[in-house]
T-cell receptor, first 114, second 112 residues
Framework: GAVVSQHPSWVICKSGTSVKIECRSL??????MFWYRQFPKQSLMLMATSNEGSKATYEQGVEKDKFLINHASLTLSTLTVTSAHPEDSSFYICSAAFRDYEQYFGPGTRLTVT | DQQVKQNSPSLSVQEGRISILNCDYT??????FLWYKKYPAEGPTFLIS?????DKNEDGRFTVFLNKSAKHLSLHIVPSQPGDSAVYFCAAPREYGNKLVFGAGTILRVKS
């Protein structure tokens, strides 16, 4: 099956610093990737759609200047959380569109901002 | 507006018995549905899907049933195994393209 990796799997950073999370599709090319956020005991919340070669589209209420997304190639999308604050602590998950409507998800990144 | 609803937050089933996870939707334009399984601190894993032109899709121990008139789908796991213990999300593509709308999830616990 399709494999999507994320790096790092876990990161702790100090308030005010920026953190970059990478999402890679390992065995297929993904023109579209998605970034989700999951709070404890809640569902996945779509943050933005990352399109290779063009700007990301953000869901309502998501600050695009705070969550910078770059889709530099057909296998790599990055999410940078800028000037992180404790309320940004969460589980961030990326996915890559594979076929039809199937999305394959990365293993997630646990971000803790102290 | 939550267009995909999973009203049961949790379900507990004995090993070997059937697990039935339910999902309701409100948007009659949805024409494809997916089930994902998620373990703690991991990304969701695609399990099974169904198109609205079908009312049943089976893959091994997993069967998804779709009742379009009731806007209801269910995932049946038979027989249930302890390794099936996870959170199960149903999802449907939103708008054109492939953005997914997820339900809130149901925690399945299979007791041995």
């Amino acid at each position: 099956g399709a494999v999507v990796s994320q790096h790092p799997s876990w990161v702790i950073c100090k308030s005010g610093t920026s953190v970059k999370i990478e999402c890679r599709s390992l065995d297929f090319q993904a023109t579209t990737m998605f970034w989700y956020r999951q709070f404890p005991k809640q569902s996945l919340m779509l943050m933005a759609t990352s399109n290779e070669g063009s700007k990301a589209t953000y869901e309502q209420g998501v600050e695009k200047d705070k969550f910078l997304i770059n889709h530099a190639s057909l296998t790599l999308s990055t999410l940078t959380v800028t000037s992180a604050h404790p309320e940004d602590s969460s589980f961030y998950i990326c996915s890559a569109a594979f076929r039809d409507y199937e999305q394959y998800f990365g293993p997630g990144t646990r971000l803790t901002v102290t | 507006d939550q267009q995909v609803k999973q009203n049961s937050p949790s379900l507990s089933v004995q090993e070997g018995r059937i697990s039935i996870l339910n999902c309701d939707y409100t948007n009659s334009m949805f024409d494809y549905f997916l089930w994902y399984k998620k373990y703690p601190a991991e990304g969701p894993t695609f399990l099974i899907s169904i198109s609205s032109i079908k009312d049943k899709n089976e893959d091994g121990r997993f069967t998804v049933f779709l009742n379009k008139s009731a806007k209801h789908l269910s995932l049946h796991i038979v027989p249930s195994q302890p390794g099936d213990s996870a959170v199960y999300f149903c999802a449907a593509p939103r708008e054109y393209g492939n953005k997914l709308v997820f339900g809130a999830g149901t925690i399945l616990r299979v007791k041995s």
